[in-house]
């Protein structure tokens, strides 16, 4: 069963950094990319970013890029997600899922507990 743990999230001013974790388990990373999402407040839930399984490409929103990297650790079947130069604007609940490729809009599993972000100005 895929099953996917994210964890790190927390309070941090603007212009912070904070690194998410993601565990996986039942799987092992080089099968699915894993994507990262978020949802804000009466947002829907968006994509932010993913890294393939095949090549380790990475993909980013462009609301992201350059200040979030996303990186995975085979022997501990975890991905992470580095956020710096963090912006209000970034507050949400952050979410990862494992997918057939970044670009498929299909999920493996079911959406986890997520982890809070809260970015204070």
């Known amino acids: 069963e895929v099953q996917l743990v994210e964890s790190g999230g927390g309070l941090v001013q603007a212009g912070g950094s904070l690194r998410l974790s993601c565990a996986a388990s039942g799987f092992t990373l080089d099968t699915y990319a894993i994507g990262w999402f978020r949802q804000a407040p009466g947002k829907e839930r968006e994509g932010v970013s993913c890294?393939?399984?095949?090549?380790?490409?990475?993909y980013y929103a462009n609301s992201v890029k350059g200040r979030f990297t996303i990186s995975s650790d085979n022997a501990k079947n975890t991905v992470y997600l580095q956020m710096n130069s963090l912006k209000p604007e970034d507050t949400a609940v952050y979410y990862c899922?494992?997918?057939?490729?970044?670009?498929?809009?299909?999920?493996?599993?079911?959406w986890g507990q997520g982890t809070q972000v809260t970015v204070s100005s």
């Open positions: 899922a494992a997918r057939p490729h970044c670009s498929s809009t299909i999920i493996f599993g079911s």
């Open positions: 890294i393939s399984s095949s090549d380790g490409r990475t």
